[in-house]
Nanobody, 123 residues
Framework: VQLQASGGGLVQAGGSVRLSCVAF????????MGWFRQAPGKEREFVAG?????YYADSVKGRFTLSRDNAKNTVYLEMNALKPEDTAVYYC????????????????????WGQGTLVTVSS
């Protein structure tokens, strides 16, 4: 499976950005999809995932919304009320090792990664 992410950029605090991730290969409607982010000097951390339902890190719950369009093999991460601490490179990910029965949150659970897209939130 290959993943292509897009949509990052520079935004002011309180603003919004929508990230997209297109998957090539695999059976998209059976894939668990996830977003992670990595800020400078920090470890990659889980942001949001979608299996049978969506699930989020506490730090973004209520501000970020993850959705999928199976007809377009695409997931969207709508990020609202952005804060400077949301600044990071955002990576979409997927795995063929977990079915939709699972809601993985660890990076090691995901086998395929997009190239990353930078989101910078200015204060």
């Amino acid at each position: 499976v290959q993943l292509q992410a897009s949509g990052g950029g520079l935004v002011q605090a309180g603003g919004s950005v929508r990230l997209s991730c297109v998957a090539f290969g695999g059976t998209f409607n059976s894939l668990v999809m996830g977003w992670f982010r990595q800020a400078p000097g920090k470890e990659r951390e889980f942001v949001a995932g979608i299996s049978r339902s969506t699930y989020y890190a506490d730090s973004v719950k209520g501000r970020f919304t993850l959705s999928r369009d199976n007809a377009k093999n695409t997931v969207y991460l709508e990020m609202n009320a952005l804060k400077p601490e949301d600044t990071a490179v955002y990576y979409c990910s997927t795995t063929t090792r977990r079915s939709l029965m699972y809601s993985p949150r660890r990076a090691n659970d995901f086998a395929f990664w997009g190239q990353g897209t930078l989101v910078t939130v200015s204060s």
